[in-house]
């Protein structure tokens, strides 16, 4: 497309104009340089339908989102501050993980489902206080939920709501209970509302141990305050954003860094030789270790610059008159800051189309970062939970790593790296074999 119309152009949904902007310079402008005047988000149909009033942090813009985003950011970074929660429980899920494996003995397994339960009970550890075991329900519901929840998004009548809403109005009850079947939308919402009857239960403590008693805190602090939007409706609805945006994401990324270790064994191999040298086996594993481990923390950013799970990245709408690389835009234009394109401009990488871990470090072997690598988008819209996702990749990528050598199961010599598209690039299922080191 860029080659015909240039790296600035318009789809139409419908009879909706969408501006698409490719490149690292163009898109930096609109998600960095331009930050405030593109940083509204266009809310779907469907969903607007689906969630009705409440007003969260993905799907909510102007005050109600600069509260509930201002408040969940503190509140997540004073809860993993001190490597306390966050890093604890994060190590917690690698010892489960390590002993999962391990009881596979090497025979071929498909990673993903364990993956997603890790990361679903380090989020569950971070907003709840605790996590779950895999026997219980609710959490097979959670597994259930983030996945059904994913094959929706990408399904193509999603998209028909929203191109079509006159016509698929009407049908909405109908729509709406296949969405909730399939999504177990409700599901995870009623799980929710159960944590939090139980916070109330116990009371809220003086220092709160989660993220439910940070809010359950802040709902009675601003009673009173009359331009405060924290209610018990936005705390379930921000909590489900944050397991909606955070689980799926998380585990797609390690299914990407874990496929590309089976496809480069030698690369997994130098990663291996770092860790054993610089760490040691006994040594706890925590997120700093990724200064003294340059090769481990360039080959985890590579698998996610070349997989760029992201895909075209979120919509975004302009909150003005503006405009990017000289044209005029005006307020209320829907536009798509395509961040696989820049995990791919040429400008940017020495070998865009070549999984190459030399894009982030230097000729002495020291880590590079490098403002074209966008997982996360930027700006004032930039990942909320960026820092939980690096923390936990890191940890769990090194854990596992140094515990296990992975291979293709016996008879299969290569791996399917087409990506499944969806809101996310997501790997096509595949096993491997965790050989303990
Ligand atoms: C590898 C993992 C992850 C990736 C690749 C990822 C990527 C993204 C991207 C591309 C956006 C859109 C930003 C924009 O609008 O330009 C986003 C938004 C968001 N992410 Fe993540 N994310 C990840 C993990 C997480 C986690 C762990 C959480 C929290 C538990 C989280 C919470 C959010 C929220 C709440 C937003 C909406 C921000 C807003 O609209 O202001 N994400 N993420």
């Known amino acids: 497309m860029t080659s015909t119309y240039g790296n600035v152009y318009t789809l139409w949904l419908g009879h909706t104009p969408v501006v698409v902007v490719n490149g690292y310079q163009d898109v930096k402008e609109v998600l960095i340089t331009r930050s405030e005047d593109f940083a509204e988000r266009p809310i779907p149909n469907f969903l607007q339908d689906l969630i009705q009033d409440a007003q969260g942090i993905l799907f909510s813009n102007g005050h109600p989102w ?199 064994p030698e690369i997994q191999e130098q990663v291996q030789q770092e860790l054993d040298t610089v760490l040691g086996p006994s040594h706890v594993i925590c997120y700093e270790d990724q200064k003294i481990l340059p090769l481990t923390n360039a080959v985890l950013h590579e698998t996610q610059r070349f997989s760029s799970l992201s895909a075209v990245g979120v919509m975004h709408k302009s909150s003005k008159n503006t405009s990017v690389k000289g044209m005029s835009l005006s307020k209320g234009i829907m536009i798509l800051p395509n961040i696989y394109s820049v995990h791919y401009d040429p400008k940017q990488w020495e070998t865009p189309y070549k999984f190459n871990p030399g894009h982030f470090l230097d000729k002495d072997g020291n880590f590079v970062k490098k403002d074209a690598f966008l997982l996360f988008s930027g700006g004032i819209r930039v990942c909320l939970g960026e820092k939980m996702a690096r923390t936990t990749l890191f940890i769990l990528f090194a854990s596992l790593l140094r515990a296990f050598r992975f291979q293709l199961p016996e008879g299969v010599k290569e791996i399917n790296r087409e990506a499944i598209l969806g809101l996310a690039l997501t790997p096509h299922p595949y096993k491997l074999c965790a050989i303990p080191r």
Request: hydrophobic share 40%; charged share 25%.
């Open 66 to 264: 600069k509260q509930q985003r201002r408040f969940s950011l503190m509140t997540l970074r004073n809860l993993g501050l001190g490597k306390t929660i966050l890093e604890d429980s994060i190590r917690q899920e690698a010892s489960v993980l390590i002993e999962a494996f391990a009881r596979e003995n090497g025979k071929p397994i498909d990673p993903s489902n364990l993956l997603l339960a890790a990361i679903n009970n380090v989020i569950a550890s971070m907003l709840f206080g605790h996590s779950f075991t895999s026997e219980e329900d609710t959490f097979r519901h959670l597994i259930d939920g983030s996945k059904a929840m994913d094959e929706f998004n990408g399904k193509a009548w999603a998209r028909l709501y929203d191109a079509f809403p006159m016509v698929m109005k009407p049908l909405q009850p109908i729509l709406q209970r296949t969405i909730l079947a399939l999504s177990h939308w409700k599901l995870l919402q009623r799980l929710i509302e159960n944590e939090i009857r139980e916070h109330q239960k116990n009371g809220v403590p003086e220092e709160p141990r989660d993220f439910i008693d940070s809010y359950l805190a802040q709902v009675e602090k601003c009673k009173d305050d009359p331009s405060s939007t924290f209610t018990e409706t936005n705390m379930v609805q921000v909590i489900m954003e944050l397991f909606i945006a955070g689980s799926d994401t998380s585990a797609i990324a390690l299914r990407w860094a874990f496929l590309y270790m089976l496809e480069y």
